[in-house]
């Protein structure tokens, strides 16, 4: 079989028009009656050829700014910068380690696939490198290439446990949590759950290891350790749509009618913003805030529920009721860095420029933001005083 | 199911790439020689000799419309009561700026045995100039004979079967003339009394003289086929057969009436299977990436027709993780052997395809478990049948895939646009393993599957199937069970039911050989885009001892069928 090279930037275009003889359009790949065969293997693993190294500086360049537009939670931005750098080094480890990790982020930038090739490359670049082989694992862990994905697993498992390797905490839970999965996948729950226990003892508050202890446990019956596991996972990350789905479930099974509605009525609030990628959706504030109203009055006691409709507020230039709430969370927490970059924000788009700065040096003054999301921040408001110049 | 970071994007507009390919040399990489057809294997081509010349045609030149990616369907139906299956193949319609000799039809190609098939669209008058997605056979006057309805972009057609094997239109009588874009339609006794009404599952709301190309908006060198989400949904509707005492077909629409009329899908596909055991026929409606539909019948026996939307409190809304997926062709049967019936939806790529175990009226999401998750992921499904292949009992599975997007390898080389079919095999308990290259060499083949439709075309027992391909001719795929050496290793039966629902649907049986159970019913619609084969089939293959079948008819009543004999049909009619 040849080998294929990936090329970084290629575009491709197709003809303008493929209308037939008499204007039918023709199928891709095969003729009318004349199939092309081929095996059924999958694609994911077609063959690469090692990238050849180019021009180390200009990369560096372009993965710093990758780095700072993942800082920004700019995931665009952030991949272009990556292609970028891949153009000018196509063997630049950093940059193929960054872009298997952003398409491993479920929030961010979630293209597992192009992860699976960003981390297969890097190991082409260095076989050794253990954050590409733990990256390749669980993307195809994502992917639910659990034979392969099991296989890598158990060879960094074996490597650490003969002093091949020292890998670090993180990417110690990263391989048990991969095993849990494959295990759990494989319907053998009581291994599944060894594995995410050991990856809890080393990360106790993994999002993605209490979830998958949850799955487990729901699988063992085990209902009330599920919600329990389930609960700190939710606590974390309180927008995350499929961690209230299967709160719902196990509350419903648990006979916990009222929890079982809240967690649903939740779900549902959230659903829309993950998975409707409709223009109409994108500016269709009322229906937006509404969702998020309906999301805040399902879980009140999740202060991340009213960050999120103060942005919609804002979205529908709803400053005064994105400000009021704004206040609102200050008197609750005055160190919510979060709630000082949106008051910022609103204040901005009531005119009031001088507060809209202040807001942003107190959001700084938490100290739970990076340097740079303050420096834009000031950025965006004097471009807003200066009416968008 | 699996963890939590998981199936949560699907394909959308092409985005620009940030990985691109060399396409040609990745398809020339990953594609195999062109290779004779070989006699050997479980199934067996018979589409390029049997006389099937009927070309499916998405009626486009280019402009990309939505309405064309998603057609394809194909029906196995005995229109002309010969007692073998005959074949209509739906067509597609020319769109604007399209030329075309001659109008686009549908076409009825009439079983001549041996695997031969003559075209009698003419003669039969089985064809309208519609856009058509999908043909239902039921027998909606129950006359006995089976009727035709063409689910169509824009007003659907009935076509009413005289006896003879000549259909008129009675479309605008009948009251099913529904101008919304449908795609499937299920009949079902939904009040039971007595006659079939209708479910019929439309897709979005598209207008093909102001809807605007999808994908270059944002930065695609060309456009490229919209994504649903562009789209609101077109409502479904229910229809309650009034017809019969003056020989007239009428249907009344109860959409608003039965308590549907607020729940809006995109409707791809309907399965109607009794999920709760309580004797009458529920709806499982497959929806394009919103919440898929259970609609609990809760309709008094001959009084107004009642139906609950339960999908989301019973779990079949969405998949395991509570994402809604592109849902197309699906199916029920009792994988599991508990008794009930599970479902199954093949979805889009990156997505896996999901089985719903039933348990006890709630469903668990078990794709992973069932060995049919990873399997799935790449693969863009459309056709989905569960069947007995190779008759030992344990129900299998095929599906016939095809992307939606033409130019998806331009954009990412892990994709392709034709794909292979893929069979599984029943291991029991619910478990699947893939034995596609068993299957015989059309599994090593790449069309762009649409609508898969199972029978038994040649009457030997085993269930053969037909495979609509887009922009190509149908595959017809023999069963090779029997001539693999299967013996009488299997009971056939034919219901009959009394009234206006002349073939039973929504019967239930049961086949019992000693303590081994299966269960079946009797359905039409299913898949995608298809009619089925009305007649169950139970592989007996290593079950000695008597066989008893238990029937439960679409009224409710219960029969039981002792000592009937093995390797052939059994006729029966309800007493």
Request: hydrophobic share 40%.
């Amino acid at each position: 079989m040849r080998r294929v090279r990936v090329a970084w930037l290629l575009p491709l275009a197709l003809a303008a028009s493929r209308c037939g003889p008499d204007g039918a359009t023709g199928p891709a790949g095969t003729g009318t009656g004349a199939a092309k065969r081929a095996d059924e293997r999958p694609l994911r693993d077609f063959p690469l050829e090692t990238p050849v190294a180019g021009d180390a500086a200009a990369a560096a360049k372009h993965v710093a700014a990758a780095r700072q537009a993942v800082g920004l939670g700019h995931p665009d931005v952030a991949k272009q910068s990556l292609q970028a750098a891949l153009a000018a080094d196509p063997a630049n480890l950093e940059a193929l380690l960054l872009r298997g990790t952003i398409g491993l982020q479920k929030s961010f930038a979630w293209e597992p696939m192009q992860a699976l090739t960003a981390f297969r490359l890097a190991r082409l670049v260095d076989p050794a490198s253990l954050p590409a082989r733990i990256g390749e694992a669980n993307a195809r862990v994502a992917l639910e290439d659990d034979a392969g994905a099991a296989a890598l697993l158990q060879e960094l498992a074996d490597d650490e446990a003969a002093g091949r390797t020292k890998p670090t905490e993180e990417q110690r839970g990263l391989v048990q949590r991969g095993l849990g999965q494959v295990a759990l996948r494989g319907g053998r729950f009581e291994e599944a759950l060894r594995h995410a226990d050991a990856a809890l003892a080393i990360r106790p508050t993994d999002r993605a290891s209490l979830t998958l202890r949850a799955e487990v446990l729901e699988r063992l019956g085990k209902l009330p350790e599920a919600v329990a596991s389930l609960d700190v996972a939710l606590r974390q990350r309180q927008d995350d749509s499929t961690l209230h789905f299967a709160m719902a479930r196990l509350q419903r099974k648990l006979g916990a009618t009222g929890e079982a509605e809240r967690h649903a009525k939740a779900y549902q609030s959230l659903l829309p913003f993950e998975e409707d990628g409709s223009t109409s959706f994108r500016t269709d504030w009322p229906r937006r805030i509404g969702l998020r109203r309906d999301l805040v009055a399902a879980c009140p006691e999740f202060k991340r529920g009213r960050h999120l409709l103060v942005r919609e507020l804002l979205g529908g230039k709803e400053f005064a009721a994105a400000r009021a709430e704004c206040d609102a969370l200050l008197a609750a927490d005055a160190a919510d860095s979060e709630a000082w970059f949106l008051q910022a924000k609103a204040l901005a788009g009531l005119g009031d420029y001088a507060g809209a700065r202040r807001a942003a040096d107190e959001m700084a003054k938490t100290g739970k933001v990076a340097p740079p999301v303050h420096e834009e921040l000031l950025r965006e408001i004097e471009k807003t005083a200066n009416g968008g110049k | 199911m699996g963890g939590s970071e998981r199936r949560v994007a699907r394909v959308r507009q092409p985005v620009p790439a940030a990985w691109a390919i060399t396409c040609a040399a990745l398809l020339a990489a990953c594609s195999g020689a062109e290779e004779p057809a070989a006699a050997a294997g479980r199934f067996t081509q018979r589409g390029a000799t049997s006389g099937v010349d009927f070309v499916l045609d998405h009626g486009g030149c280019g402009a990309k419309e939505f309405t064309e990616i998603v057609v394809g369907g194909v029906s196995l139906l005995d229109y002309d009561g010969d007692g073998d299956l005959d074949l209509f193949c739906a067509q597609g319609a020319a769109l604007t700026g399209r030329v075309v000799a001659a109008p686009l039809r549908d076409a009825l190609y009439r079983n001549d045995g041996g695997w031969r098939f003559t075209d009698v669209t003419e003669a039969a008058g089985a064809w309208d100039l519609g856009y058509t997605y999908s043909a239902s056979c039921p027998d909606v006057d129950g006359d006995g004979d089976l009727d035709l309805f063409l689910c169509n972009y824009g007003r659907n057609t009935l076509l009413v079967n005289d006896g003879q094997g000549r259909f008129a239109d009675v479309t605008e009588a009948s009251g099913l003339a529904d101008a919304e874009w449908s795609v499937c339609a299920a009949f079902v006794d939904l009040d039971r009394d007595g006659d079939l009404d209708c479910y019929v599952g439309n897709y979005v709301d598209y207008d093909v003289a102001t809807a605007k190309p999808c994908g270059a908006s944002l930065g695609a060198p060309d456009h490229d086929y919209c994504h649903p989400d562009n789209f609101r949904a077109a409502p479904d509707q229910v229809l309650r057969n009034d017809g019969g005492r003056d020989g007239a077909v009428r249907f009344v629409d109860v959409t608003a009436d039965a308590g549907a009329v607020d729940s809006i899908g995109k409707a791809l596909a309907i399965v109607p299977t009794d999920y709760d055991g309580d004797g009458d026929l529920d709806l499982f409606v497959a929806n394009d990436h919103v919440p898929n539909f259970l609609w609990r019948n809760d309709s008094p026996r001959g009084g107004p027709i009642r139906l609950v939307e339960v999908g989301g409190e019973v779990g079949v809304a969405q998949d395991g993780q509570g994402k809604n997926e592109s849902c197309m062709g699906s199916d029920a049967a009792d994988v599991d052997r508990d008794g009930d019936f599970d479902l199954f939806t093949v979805n889009m790529a990156m997505e896996t395809n999901t089985l719903w175990v039933n348990d006890g009226g709630w469903f668990v999401d078990d794709t992973d478990l069932a060995g049919l998750g990873a399997e799935s992921y790449l693969w863009v499904g459309f056709g989905a049948k569960f069947l007995d292949q190779d008759l030992d009992g344990e129900v299998d599975l095929l599906i016939a895939n095809g992307h939606v997007l033409d130019r998806v390898a331009s954009f990412d080389p892990h994709q392709s646009f034709a794909q292979q079919a893929q069979l599984y095999r029943g291991k029991g308990r619910g478990k699947f393993e893939r034995i596609s290259q068993q299957g015989g060499p059309y599994f090593e083949e790449k069309h762009v599957g649409r609508g898969l439709a199972t029978g038994d075309l040649d009457g030997d027992g085993d269930v053969d199937a037909v495979i609509a391909h887009w922009q190509e001719r149908p595959e017809l795929l023999e069963n090779g069970a029997r001539r693999d050496g299967r013996g009488p290793e299997w009971i056939g039966v034919d219901l009959r039911g009394k009234g206006g629902n002349t073939r039973a649907i929504g019967a239930r049986v049961e086949c019992a050989t000693g303590d081994f159970k299966q269960l079946d019913e009797v359905r039409g619609v299913g898949s995608y885009a298809a009619w089925n084969d009305t007649r169950l089939v139970f592989g007996l293959a290593g079950r000695a001892g008597p066989v008893a079948l238990k029937i439960r008819w679409p009224d409710g009543t219960v029969e039981q069928r002792d000592g009937l004999a093995r390797g052939r049909y059994h006729r029966i009619e309800q007493r």
